[in-house]
């Protein structure tokens, strides 16, 4: 299952995967991955969480998070859940290339039995209906 949540600057986006994370923690029967943009959610999730710097692995595009993501699956199929903070700035702001991603992400994580949630920093009027249909 994928969730998307999707809202401009300011709108609490961030706030509302920082408690998606919490909860999942809680609740989750395996381990809890939240890929980030810079490291700015250290102090606001649980130390349980395995939080990893996109920048830090050079991801710049989609299908470098994917590899990235099959990877850390490959080596560690106790992963339920993962949350992606800042889609745009991990892959850019092209909403093609996101919504690809998003039908990607719902495949994966269907595939794998795993739950998979991301913000992106955009206007929900201007999300196409491959996004739109997993806005939480």
Request: include cysteine; charge should be negative.
């Amino acid at each position: 299952m994928i969730h998307v949540i999707m809202g401009l600057k300011g709108s609490g986006k961030t706030k509302k995967l920082i408690d998606a994370i919490n909860t999942a923690v809680a609740s989750a029967s395996g381990d809890v991955v939240c890929i980030e943009y810079g490291k700015k959610l250290t102090y606001d999730v649980t130390y349980k969480v395995r939080l990893v710097d996109s920048k830090e692995y050079g991801i710049r595009s989609a299908e470098m998070l994917k590899g990235f993501l099959s990877g850390m699956h490959a080596g560690n199929f106790d992963i339920t859940n993962v949350f992606i903070d800042n889609l745009y700035k991990t892959i850019g702001t092209d909403r093609a290339a996101a919504e690809d991603f998003v039908a990607w992400c719902a495949k994966f994580a269907a595939d794998n039995s795993m739950e998979i949630t991301m913000t992106i920093s955009d206007d929900p009027a201007e999300a196409g209906e491959g996004i739109k249909q997993y806005l939480a």
